[in-house]
């Protein structure tokens, strides 16, 4: 009986020092490059997965109604961008703001605010999911992203979109720090897909990224560009910035935030 | 097959599994397949993975609200957080409900590896990675998410199709009259011996089916419940659990109980002889201890 008592607190005290070192060894497995890019390999997964479905339907994601807009509406990120550029035109109200659409379309686009008013517009109350957890629901007013890609046409080789942002959340010097996101077609032309300026029926507030921020409803909040300056249609994103194609996933999150 | 026998005296059920003898004289009986052995060797890694790299994930928003929505200033059911003091180092509290808890030291607020006070949630020799990154913690959590769902799956079809859940797991109706007995011999401790030993009591098989066919796929649901892409599609989710907050605080309750259900299943493997338990569950063979009523058998 004794000698079993004693197994038992060995095992016991051996599984919690085992413990410690697989804890600091996966510390080191995560680090390690191999085993990183194993992981990175879910990803695949989870976008073939979901959009096997999202692709046939394109489902819409869940609207709410007026009642459920949260009182206070967290803006993360940037919610002041000190850029000069941005500086200089929110200064004049975002009059001489203008978007650009370019790169792989056949009819490059450079729009001002209200010629952006004067279109199409679809008004969505949805709920935004933070990757870091949180949910807060909103209304949102802008014109469909479909809609601007009819007018600027993109060519056969475009792929994705690379959005332009004007705030450097980075905070460095060079143009790493400048916030991006890209996303695909499949996500660009879904109805809900909007270049949002209004919310709970206001102009864009400066936190939540006046003049126009990305909608894209069915990802995580990372993915909705805020302060948007330039659409650019690409085949390819590796060369911008850090490869990954946006800040956050240059940081390690991942391109597809369905999930 | 165990329905048939079930209301006979334990010495009338034949054995249908290969036994042996161990050099001792205890009989050894085949007890785990090889696809229960593997997926469940599987499992204990993705829980372990998952449960770490979940509370990485919550130390990003260590709050858990009810509903369709929640963040910072919304109402919390639970909320660990960092209160600073003018003078002294910060206190880490709990709120639970309406009850708040000073639970520095473990929770809100610890030492970090350099042993200065750090103000997260959950303590970082528990989180993977233990440094604070939510892009790394959920990178691990949805590898080991979808290697879980594809062991959950393998281990559920074979346990049909081997009949591993009629057989082993399906409480007979004489399990469920004697419940009270089972309940009693857990509380003193009672392992049993003999026959009875050679299958799961009805504790074990209630607690087993409860695991692996509500806890477990319930985690599933509730992690996909959160997905924004995934609900966009299957709309009636957000409806089954209440909306994506209610589903998230679902996801870390159900994962409370399943530590608890992990807790209690290691400490009774302990119990009953920690030795014979791994062997079967690496070899699939397992020693009966003898039935003292029968007597030594040579």
């Given at each position: 009986?004794?000698?079993?008592?004693?197994?038992?607190?060995?095992?016991?005290?051996?599984?919690?020092?085992?413990?410690?070192?697989?804890?600091?060894?996966?510390?080191?497995?995560?680090?390690?490059?191999?085993?990183?890019?194993?992981?990175?390999?879910?990803?695949?997964?989870?976008?073939?997965?979901?959009?096997?479905?999202?692709?046939?339907?394109?489902?819409?994601?869940?609207?709410?109604?007026?009642?459920?807009?949260?009182?206070?509406?967290?803006?993360?990120?940037?919610?002041?961008?000190?850029?000069?550029?941005?500086?200089?035109?929110?200064?004049?109200?975002?009059?001489?703001?203008?978007?650009?659409?370019?790169?792989?379309?056949?009819?490059?686009?450079?729009?001002?605010?209200?010629?952006?008013?004067?279109?199409?517009?679809?008004?969505?109350?949805?709920?935004?999911?933070?990757?870091?957890?949180?949910?807060?629901?909103?209304?949102?007013?802008?014109?469909?992203?479909?809609y601007l890609l009819m007018q600027a046409q993109p060519k056969p080789t475009a792929k994705y979109l690379?959005?332009?942002?004007?705030?450097?959340?980075?905070?460095?010097?060079?143009?790493?720090?400048?916030?991006?996101?890209?996303?695909?077609?499949?996500?660009?032309?879904?109805?809900?897909?909007?270049?949002?300026?209004?919310?709970?029926?206001?102009?864009?507030?400066?936190?939540?990224?006046?003049?126009?921020?990305?909608?894209?409803?069915?990802?995580?909040?990372?993915?909705m560009a805020k302060y948007v300056m330039r659409i650019e249609a690409v085949d390819d994103f590796s060369?911008?910035?850090?490869?990954?194609?946006?800040?956050?996933?240059?940081?390690?999150?991942?391109?597809?935030?369905?999930? | 097959?165990?329905?048939?026998?079930?209301?006979?005296?334990?010495?009338?059920?034949?054995?249908?599994?290969?036994?042996?003898?161990?050099?001792?004289?205890?009989?050894?009986?085949?007890?785990?397949?090889?696809?229960?052995?593997?997926?469940?060797?599987?499992?204990?890694?993705?829980?372990?993975?998952?449960?770490?790299?979940?509370?990485?994930?919550?130390?990003?928003?260590?709050?858990?609200?009810?509903?369709?929505?929640?963040?910072?200033?919304?109402?919390?059911?639970?909320?660990?957080?960092?209160?600073?003091?003018?003078?002294?180092?910060?206190?880490?509290?709990?709120?639970i409900g309406s009850a708040k808890f000073n639970t520095t030291g473990w929770l809100g607020v610890f030492?970090?590896?350099?042993?200065?006070?750090?103000?997260?949630?959950?303590?970082?020799?528990?989180?993977?990675?233990?440094?604070?990154?939510?892009?790394?913690?959920?990178?691990?959590?949805?590898?080991?998410?979808?290697?879980?769902?594809?062991?959950?799956?393998?281990?559920?079809?074979?346990?049909?199709?081997?009949?591993?859940?009629?057989?082993?797991?399906?409480?007979?109706?004489?399990?469920?009259?004697?419940?009270?007995?089972?309940?009693?011999?857990?509380?003193?401790?009672?392992?049993?011996?003999?026959?009875?030993?050679?299958?799961?009591?009805?504790?074990?098989?209630?607690?087993?089916?409860?695991?692996?066919?509500?806890?477990?796929?319930?985690?599933?649901?509730?992690?996909?419940?959160?997905?924004?892409?995934?609900?966009?599609?299957?709309?009636?989710?957000?409806?089954?659990?209440?909306?994506?907050?209610?589903?998230?605080?679902?996801?870390?309750?159900?994962?409370?109980?399943?530590?608890?259900?992990?807790?209690?299943?290691?400490?009774?493997?302990?119990?009953?002889?920690?030795?014979?338990?791994?062997?079967?569950?690496?070899?699939?063979?397992?020693?009966?201890?003898?039935?003292?009523?029968?007597?030594?058998?040579?």
């Open positions: 009986m004794k000698r079993e008592l004693i197994t038992r607190r060995a095992a016991l005290l051996g599984t919690l020092g085992a413990s410690g070192l697989v804890l600091s060894g996966c510390d080191q497995l995560g680090q390690n490059r191999t085993f990183a890019r194993m992981l990175e390999a879910a990803e695949k997964l989870s976008l073939g997965g979901q959009r096997l479905v999202l692709n046939s339907s394109a489902p819409l994601a869940r609207e709410y109604a007026k009642s459920d807009i949260s009182r206070v509406f967290k803006a993360n990120g940037t919610t002041r961008p000190d850029t000069d550029v941005y500086k200089r035109l929110q200064m004049a109200g975002f009059a001489d703001w203008r978007l650009q659409i370019d790169g792989l379309v056949n009819k490059p686009l450079s729009l001002s605010l209200d010629e952006l008013r004067a279109m199409p517009s679809r008004t969505q109350i949805t709920r935004h999911d933070c990757v870091e957890g949180w949910s807060a629901i909103g209304e949102w007013t802008g014109v469909p992203l479909g690379l959005f332009r942002c004007a705030d450097n959340l980075g905070g460095t010097r060079d143009e790493t720090g400048l916030y991006y996101e890209t996303i695909d077609l499949v996500d660009a032309y879904h109805p809900q897909t909007i270049m949002a300026y209004a919310m709970n029926g206001q102009t864009l507030p400066v936190d939540h990224g006046a003049p126009l921020r990305l909608r894209v409803e069915r990802q995580l909040g990372y993915k060369k911008i910035a850090l490869g990954k194609g946006g800040f956050w996933e240059d940081r390690g999150y991942e391109w597809y935030a369905g999930i | 097959m165990a329905v048939d026998t079930a209301d006979q005296p334990t010495q009338a059920q034949t054995p249908r599994r290969p036994t042996r003898l161990t050099r001792g004289g205890k009989e050894l009986i085949y007890r785990h397949s090889i696809a229960v052995r593997l997926t469940h060797w599987v499992n204990v890694l993705c829980f372990f993975v998952l449960l770490m790299s979940g509370m990485q994930i919550f130390n990003a928003h260590p709050m858990l609200h009810w509903g369709i929505k929640g963040a910072e200033t919304d109402p919390s059911i639970l909320s660990i957080y960092a209160e600073e003091q003018l003078d002294g180092p910060p206190i880490g509290w709990t709120q030492r970090d590896r350099d042993g200065f006070p750090s103000g997260r949630a959950f303590h970082w020799r528990v989180t993977l990675p233990s440094y604070q990154s939510l892009a790394e913690g959920r990178r691990w959590h949805f590898f080991f998410a979808w290697l879980f769902a594809i062991n959950g799956l393998i281990y559920l079809i074979h346990s049909f199709v081997a009949r591993h859940v009629q057989r082993d797991l399906t409480p007979t109706r004489a399990d469920l009259r004697n419940i009270g007995r089972s309940i009693l011999d857990h509380l003193k401790l009672k392992h049993p011996r003999g026959e009875e030993a050679k299958r799961y009591n009805v504790l074990q098989k209630l607690t087993y089916l409860i695991v692996a066919f509500v806890l477990l796929p319930l985690m599933i649901l509730t992690g996909l419940t959160m997905s924004p892409g995934v609900v966009s599609a299957a709309h009636f989710l957000l409806d089954i659990f209440g909306g994506r907050q209610s589903a998230r605080t679902i996801h870390f309750i159900v994962a409370s109980l399943l530590v608890l259900f992990v807790l209690v299943h290691v400490i009774e493997v302990l119990l009953a002889g920690v030795f014979n338990e791994m062997r079967s569950m690496i070899t699939g063979w397992f020693a009966v201890r003898p039935d003292k009523s029968e007597g030594n058998k040579p």
